[in-house]
């Protein structure tokens, strides 16, 4: 499908700001482009104008500093996998990472990308939940952080508001050396959405759970313990999500299967 809209790309994290202050609900943001350009195709989303934010500078910039590994917006999935300091500071990080489609896509689809779409199948959600990672949002008035345990307002919705970018994803440094696995099941043995993700991490007695597509949004539980054993942790993160039925799968088969991941992961995480 042919359709024309105004293409700009900023130079600056300012001139963006500023960009998309002026074109407001008429403008789409192009980070990757996974999903806003089949969208566009498909007559889906009919943007006036399209805003790159690849081209303005830091916005691929990668770092492990004193407040941890900070990702800008065009931080690329293989960016992040190919990044020393987050496999070995940040393996659960890597762990999702390598779960989001393929080889070919993670060379396009951002980080930032994945979680701004808020899709309940987020597979970079479920990370950024456990370690306690922070949004930095930014608009032309200013900058505000929001942690990601409340970044995510619904399916398909987030806390961004007209005229805000998600500008850097910051990964605090005392979440470096969590350990944790992420399990998903797939229709298929290659890449696809997930049918349920489950996330555990464990550092220093703490114990977490990320959940996606398994509630409106991807789920954060923190309520599990060292005391529980694998069929309590089950049923604290069963009580914590809201399955449905869909093409995917049933509501039953993903409660079925969220309880079988949460189980198996509370064992072998150590």
């Not at 990370?127 to 995510?152: I, N």
């Not at 890449?191 to 949004?217: E, K, N, Y």
């Amino acid at each position: 499908m042919v359709y024309e809209f105004r293409y700009l790309a900023p130079k600056t994290a300012a001139e963006l700001a500023a960009t998309l202050d002026d074109v407001k609900s008429d403008g789409k943001l192009l980070a990757g482009g996974t999903d806003l350009i089949p969208n566009i195709r498909n007559g889906m989303l009919k943007p006036r104008v399209v805003v790159d934010i690849k081209k303005y500078e830091g916005a691929g910039r990668l770092a492990f500093g004193s407040d941890g590994l900070t990702m800008g917006p065009a931080v690329t999935i293989n960016d992040l996998l190919r990044s020393k300091d987050a496999r070995e500071r940040y393996p659960v990080l890597c762990s999702c990472a390598h779960e989001l489609a393929s080889h070919q896509i993670r060379n396009r689809a951002t980080v930032a990308g994945n979680v701004v779409n808020a899709s309940p199948c987020s597979d970079m959600a479920p990370a950024l939940l456990c370690l306690g990672a922070r949004a930095v949002l930014r608009s032309a008035t200013g900058e505000r952080v929001v942690p990601f345990s409340q970044f995510f307002a619904g399916v398909k919705k987030t806390v961004l508001a007209q005229g805000e970018f998600l500008s850097m994803i910051v990964v605090p440094a005392e979440s470096a050396g969590t350990s944790g696995n992420y399990l998903k099941l797939k229709r298929i043995a290659g890449h696809d959405l997930g049918i349920v993700g489950v996330l555990m991490t464990r550092q220093d007695g703490r114990i977490r759970f990320g959940v996606s597509s398994a509630a409106p949004t991807p789920v954060l539980v923190d309520t599990v313990s060292e005391k529980d054993d694998p069929d309590e942790a089950a049923r604290k993160v069963l009580a914590a999500v809201l399955p449905i039925s869909d093409v995917r799968g049933t509501k039953e088969y993903r409660e079925h299967m969220i309880g079988v991941y949460a189980r198996r992961l509370f064992t072998e995480v150590k």
